[in-house]
């Protein structure tokens, strides 16, 4: 039986919204309206509607990636088994894409179900792959490595644990239900068999949708107003920016469509950040507190006055603020869509929390993207007090898969 028929269907919640994204992601079926129940008055969605909402498997791009931020994540890495190559590969990559295909659809997965979202719907369930450097190595397929997945180079602000950095394969699941996610985890940890072994797991979560009166950007768990700078997809250079153009060498024409992944287990150091006042806090990061507006004036999204210069002689918004050195235009108009999750895994040995920002951000090329601004921040972000850089990863992401195609198919038997 299926989740989604225990609902009913997907379109029997009464579903009043349709949307394709612009970048030829997802189709998104949902049963509200900005996050809002029809009729409700400004009152938070209904949980029926939540769970009838689905975002399509297939399309020119995998889901996840411009899908909107959703209420709970898993991010996961894998290493290829001994002795398995790219036979093996190309089996789990079939298997995965069938489960994850299936089951963002609403229904059971195909093998063995363990029934933990039985009465949910698909619950905006998004499930994401990626290859890192070592995969080409242990499948054969160096030559067909892109030059783009070269390993990020180190920063002086690195604590990086090895055990929880890198890996063959990456998987990023993403739903608004926390048993729709678990299960999307153990299904493909499941179908995983003996040909991957498990390297590392990360548990993340956002805001629920609905939560808010209206529909607001993110807050991190420092408080701050998270993404504002995001590169829009109505804008006319975005797909540039994030997904990588057909216009590379023929080896590696697999990639056309995909977009990288740079994963960084970011820990805040949220004890020391909560003994500052909140005057100093936003000069850290150079924007409110409350609206995320830049200290320069205005609302969210005014542009910052880097030139603006206050009574007391010295720059309104400092020349070490966070908004102020990464802003692309800081940064030769370098540009990266972040889409991270917040984690929380209880009290480090030292008694402060173990908590901060499962950091993730696509960009058609990371020496363009991340790794410019990282390294600007290296040299002197006011924020790199209070934050540690604690575990990385660099993902080739491929492009979504066509009906009756696996992820990175085009690669594995191309």
């Not at 909402?53 to 990636?65: D, K, L, S, Y």
């Not at 529909?215 to 700078?229: C, E, I, K, W």
């Not at 889409?339 to 402060?352: E, M, V, W």
């Amino acid at each position: 039986m299926s989740r989604r028929r225990l609902l009913g269907t997907v379109g029997a919640a009464g579903a009043v919204g349709l949307a394709l994204g612009a970048t030829g992601g997802a189709l998104v079926h949902s049963a509200v309206s900005g996050s809002q129940t029809a009729g409700s008055g400004g009152a938070p969605g209904t949980l029926a509607s939540i769970g009838s909402t689905r975002v399509a498997f297939e399309g020119e791009h995998q889901a996840g990636i411009t899908t909107p931020l959703q209420a709970k994540g898993h991010v996961l890495a894998f290493d290829l088994a001994p002795g398995a190559g790219r036979t093996e590969a190309a089996a789990l990559m079939r298997r995965w894409s069938d489960t994850a295909r299936r089951l963002s659809a609403g229904e059971s997965a195909p093998t063995a179900d363990s029934g933990i979202a039985l009465d949910s719907g698909p619950s905006s369930l998004t499930v994401t792959f990626g290859f890192g450097h070592s995969f080409f190595e242990r499948t054969g397929l160096t030559a067909r490595r892109p030059a783009a997945l070269d390993p990020l180079p180190d920063f002086s602000s690195d604590r990086l644990d090895a055990q929880r950095s890198n890996g063959d394969l990456w998987v990023q699941i993403g739903a608004d239900d926390a048993l729709v996610a678990f299960h999307a985890l153990r299904a493909l940890q499941q179908d995983a068999g003996q040909a991957a072994r498990l390297r590392w797991q990360m548990n993340g979560f956002n805001r629920s949708p609905g939560a808010t009166a209206t529909p607001m950007t993110a807050r991190n768990l420092m408080g701050q107003v998270d993404g504002t700078n995001n590169p829009k997809p109505s804008e006319a250079d975005f797909d540039k920016r994030i997904f990588v153009q057909g216009t590379g060498p023929a080896e590696h024409a697999w990639m056309a469509g995909g977009s990288y992944a740079v994963v960084r287990r970011i820990r805040m150091l949220l004890d020391s950040w909560d003994q500052r006042s909140l005057a100093q806090q936003e000069q850290v990061i150079g924007r409110t507190k409350a609206t995320g507006a830049p200290l320069t004036g205005g609302g969210e999204t005014t542009a910052m006055d880097l030139t603006k210069i206050g009574a007391d002689g010295k720059a309104v918004i400092p020349a070490n603020a966070h908004a102020r050195i990464s802003a692309p235009a800081q940064n030769g108009g370098a540009a990266m869509l972040r889409r991270p999750f917040s984690f929380h895994d209880g009290i480090a040995p030292d008694g402060t929390p173990d908590a901060g920002l499962l950091f993730i951000c696509w960009q058609a090329d990371p020496a363009r993207g991340f790794v410019p601004v990282q390294r600007k921040l290296d040299r002197g972000d006011a924020l790199s007090e209070f934050i540690r850089h604690e575990s990385s990863g660099l993902y080739a992401v491929p492009p979504g898969a066509r009906a009756g195609e696996y992820v990175g198919q085009r690669l594995l038997e191309g």
